[in-house]
């Protein structure tokens, strides 16, 4: 069965800091990933998706991820943190077959001080 | 693009009544969407599949006969919660995808709080 991980229910980073939220998956094929974001009371946006091409992905507000199948990780980063960047994140895996389900981590709260 | 809209956006109603949902996708059309569960300070739950012209495929331990799917048409899928009590309040939120994961991925509606009183 598939499924993701998400390392630090919590994440705290001072304005400027590098931003590393860390995502694990287990799938038994090739997975599409992805990272969305919510900010509260809202749905969610999506940040980038790895969908078997380059492994490096670049998404939106100056986030990334690399896929890294020896280590299956998906982990997402930002250079330098932004105040605005503060929200919940959440690490994805499309199960491929049927009607391509999306499993959720459990979703890391990032917080972004001055 | 790709606009998945949701409404309302929130919704407070007294225990023992029924609310429904509505998960529109916009610019395209979608013969899947899938209805989520987030309980505060929580991750998703899928709670089932919804398929245009077809019945739901429900996940395990979510009673159909209190999540009421219908996808009529390639633009909407409506839950509706039956008779709602207030462990039912939650925040609800569907998807759907445009059908071109490499392209969109999935879209998402904007959620829909719910509190039962």
């Known amino acids: 069965a598939q499924s993701v991980t998400q390392l630090g229910s919590h994440v705290s980073v001072s304005e400027g800091a590098l931003v590393l939220l860390r995502c694990n998956y287990s799938?038994?094929?090739?997975?599409?990933l992805f990272w969305y974001v919510q900010y509260p009371n809202q749905g969610l946006q999506l940040l980038l998706k790895?969908?078997?091409?380059?492994?490096l992905v670049k998404g939106i507000n100056g986030f990334e991820a690399e896929f890294k199948k020896s280590e299956t990780s998906f982990h997402l980063t930002k250079p330098s943190a932004h105040m605005s960047d503060a929200a919940e994140y959440f690490c994805a895996v499309s199960i491929s077959g049927g009607y391509n389900k999306l499993i959720f981590g459990a979703g890391t709260r990032l917080a972004v001080h001055p | 693009g790709a606009v998945v809209s949701q409404h309302p956006s929130r919704v407070i109603c007294k225990s023992g009544t029924s609310v429904k949902i509505e998960c529109r996708s916009l610019d395209f059309q979608a013969t899947t969407m899938f209805w989520y569960r987030q309980f505060p300070k929580q991750s998703l739950m899928l709670m089932a599949t919804s398929n245009e012209g077809s019945k739901a495929t429900y996940e395990q331990g979510v009673e159909k006969d209190k999540f009421l799917i219908n996808h009529a048409s390639l633009t909407l899928s409506t839950l509706t919660v039956a008779s709602a009590h207030p462990e039912d309040s939650s925040f609800y939120i569907c998807s759907a995808n445009k059908g071109d994961l490499l392209n969109y991925g999935y879209t998402f509606g904007s959620g829909t709080r719910l509190t039962v009183v």
């Open positions: 799938s038994s094929v090739p997975p599409y």
């Open positions: 790895y969908t078997s091409a380059a492994t």
